[in-house]
């Protein structure tokens, strides 16, 4: 398996437009994680997935940003309007079950000015 | 509030010593804990873990211990070698499946 795969690995955006983060999670794998990193917190969850359906959202930080999963091999995070402030790496990552470690992608990098 | 908090932001150790990475969490809730660790320009990668029943994991060179009356667990690399510089994080779950994670401690080994 070519492990989990997101898209772009870059993407520069102007502030006010939207902007869509994709991932592809690992076959067979039931949940789905979409984690932000900067600086000061680390990695944070933002929402994650079991068999496509949204578990927690509690992490996603404001109702710009939103999650879909339509199928079980395709996830979208999207931020509409983008912020500067929203300018960090966002992760996808996906596990088998519960309780597994989770498999993650190579990030996007996320640059709003 | 961070639940999962690795205090030293970076370690610098000399090739063939022993590297010591700290972690504390805050939820007693916690029983599952894990380590990454993360090269530039890549995602996390497993690298071990712990449940709560242990106070010990052992997988070559590296070592973890958990000590659930501190809420404490370390990670210990022995011996260190250069391709161990990276950043390591910390994180634990409870129950839920998600994981909580450290904001990263970067491991330098000097050659």
């Known amino acids: 398996d070519a492990g989990v795969i997101q898209s772009p690995r870059h993407e520069v955006t102007e502030m006010g437009q939207e902007v869509t983060l994709r991932c592809k999670p690992i076959s067979g794998h039931d949940y789905l994680f979409w984690y932000r990193q900067t600086m000061m917190r680390g990695l944070e969850l933002l929402i994650y997935?079991?068999?496509?359906?949204?578990?927690?959202d509690s992490g996603m930080p404001e109702d710009r940003f939103s999650a879909k999963m339509p199928n079980a091999s395709f996830s979208t995070l999207k931020i509409q309007p983008s912020e500067p402030r929203d300018s960090a790496v966002y992760f996808c990552a996906s596990s088998q079950r519960e309780g597994t470690e989770a498999f993650f992608g190579q990030g996007t990098r996320l640059t709003v000015v | 509030d961070q639940q999962v908090k690795q205090n030293s932001p970076s370690l610098s150790v000399q090739e063939g010593r022993i590297s010591i990475l700290n972690c504390d969490y805050t939820n007693s809730m916690f029983d599952y804990f894990l380590w990454y660790k993360k090269y530039p320009a890549e995602g996390p990668t497993f690298l071990i873990s712990i449940s709560s029943i242990k106070d010990k994991n052992e997988d070559g060179r590296f070592t973890v211990f958990l000590n659930k009356s501190a809420k404490h667990l370390s990670l210990h690399i022995v011996p260190s070698q250069p391709g161990d510089s990276a950043v390591y994080f910390c994180a634990a779950s409870g129950g839920a499946n998600n994981l909580f994670f450290g904001t990263g401690t970067r491991l330098t080994v000097i050659p």
């Open positions: 997935f079991n068999n496509n359906v949204p578990i927690d």
